[in-house]
């Protein structure tokens, strides 16, 4: 990890809700920054070239599933520099409302998330359902909107 070059005040776009792996990451390595959330990575790309933030941080690959595949073609489309890299431990973790474990039939998430449960999910006839984040499908299941 290279250290914090991030000023107090510059501010660090991410891509998911707040509590996702990527702010986790992004909270490791700007430490006294203001981090944004960004529903997509390609708006995160958007604000860096708009100069709306100082700078960003993304996944580019996992041991898992490899390279992600969305955020290299956005660095090949953009004049944005990799300047580090951030190594984030994640631990995927079945959430549900209380007293719903026994209606469980589709798991909401990420697709990189997924695919990193495929066997799991597979093991245990669960339906995947791409949503646009893990903490976001979170979300969404706390306020029942799934």
């Given at each position: 990890?290279?250290?914090?070059?991030?000023?107090?005040?510059?501010?660090?776009?991410?891509?998911?809700?707040?509590?996702?792996?990527?702010?986790?990451?992004?909270?490791?390595?700007?430490?006294?920054?203001?981090?944004?959330?960004?529903?997509?990575?390609?708006?995160?790309?958007?604000?860096?070239?708009?100069?709306?933030?100082?700078?960003?941080?993304?996944?580019?690959?996992?041991?898992?599933?490899?390279?992600?595949?969305?955020?290299?073609?956005?660095?090949?489309?953009?004049?944005?520099?990799?300047?580090?890299?951030?190594?984030?431990?994640?631990?995927?973790?079945?959430?549900?409302?209380?007293?719903?474990?026994?209606?469980?039939?589709?798991v909401?998430?990420?697709?990189?998330?997924?695919a990193?449960?495929?066997?799991?999910?597979?093991?245990?006839?669960?339906?995947?359902?791409?949503?646009?984040?893990?903490?976001?499908?979170?979300?969404?299941?706390?306020?029942?909107?799934?």
């Amino acid at each position: 990890m290279v250290d914090n070059f991030a000023s107090k005040g510059e501010r660090v776009a991410f891509q998911g809700e707040h509590g996702a792996y990527s702010e986790m990451a992004t909270m490791q390595y700007f430490r006294t920054s203001n981090i944004v959330a960004m529903k997509s990575l390609q708006e995160v790309f958007d604000t860096l070239r708009k100069d709306e933030v100082d700078f960003a941080v993304v996944p580019i690959e996992n041991s898992i599933e490899g390279s992600v595949n969305e955020t290299y073609d956005l660095l090949l489309n953009s004049n944005a520099l990799v300047s580090g890299e951030i190594y984030q431990r994640v631990r995927h973790c079945l959430i549900i409302n209380k007293g719903e474990h026994s209606n469980i039939r589709s798991v909401y998430s990420h697709p990189q998330a997924l695919a990193q449960c495929r066997r799991y999910l597979h093991e245990r006839k669960l339906t995947p359902v791409a949503a646009y984040d893990t903490a976001g499908a979170v979300k969404m299941i706390k306020k029942k909107k799934i």
